[in-house]
């Protein structure tokens, strides 16, 4: 079965879940920072590595310019040893990730924003275990394509974008590692193994309690 690990930025959602046993890390990004209204990067990270220490927490480089990512992959590397820096597999201009990537091999990095098979060969070579690759399953299939694992890899491979909590069934089919999910999923994984004739039985008797108000 794969590691699941919540994808949000709101602190009250990252103490939820980090706690929850099921969890097993912490992923964001600076959209999501940006939707919980994160406006002081240093400090938010500060925050969340001083209550979340025993699992892993990702946090992405914000700049596009090659010098100032490697400077502040180092500088949120050096803010605790759980830290998996995201380094996007490009920059805005399309430009390969790759060789920052091998710059900062040492560090426990998490390769993000990839969709094709090509990136993945490309990277390959620099990649090292203790890295992520995260492949955006969700906005791959969203296109109408499927994903392909390649093989051999020698890191661990990341579900991104879920979209439905059979992604964790799927994944774990496709030989993937980590799943992300937001905590609207996360919170349907009490649904997991759900008898579904009483699910049923509970989906009509919520249509009729709803249809009551409305006139025929």
Known sequence: ????????????????????PRIS??????????????????EFAKQVLE????????????????????????????MAPNVYVKIPITNTQGDSSKSLIKKLANLNLNVTAI?????????????????????F???IMDTGAMPHRPVPWKT?????????????????????????MTPD????????GKDLTEYSLETVRQFHEDGKGISF
């Not at 794969?2 to 929850?20: F, N, P």
């Not at 090509?118 to 492949?135: E, N």
């Open 25 to 42: 890390g912490i992923t964001t990004n600076p959209s999501l920072m940006k939707k919980a209204g994160i406006a002081n990067y240093r």
């Open 185 to 192: 999923l996360l919170g349907k994984l009490a649904l997991r």
């Open 51 to 78: 209550r979340v220490k025993d699992k892993p927490v990702s946090l992405e480089v914000l700049s596009d310019d090659w010098q100032e990512m490697e400077e502040q992959a180092l500088i949120l590397a050096s």
């Open 137 to 139: 399953v969700g906005r």
């Open 115 to 135: 969709m094709t098979s090509r990136q993945l060969s490309h990277i390959a070579p620099v990649m090292r275990s203790h890295h992520i690759a995260s492949v």
């Open 1 to 20: 079965m794969v590691d699941i690990y919540a994808d949000c930025a709101e602190l009250s959602q990252i103490w939820k879940w980090s706690a929850d």
């Open 156 to 180: 661990k491979l990341l579900w991104a974008s879920t979209r439905e909590v059979f992604n964790i069934e799927e994944a774990t089919r496709a030989g993937y590692d980590i799943i992300t």
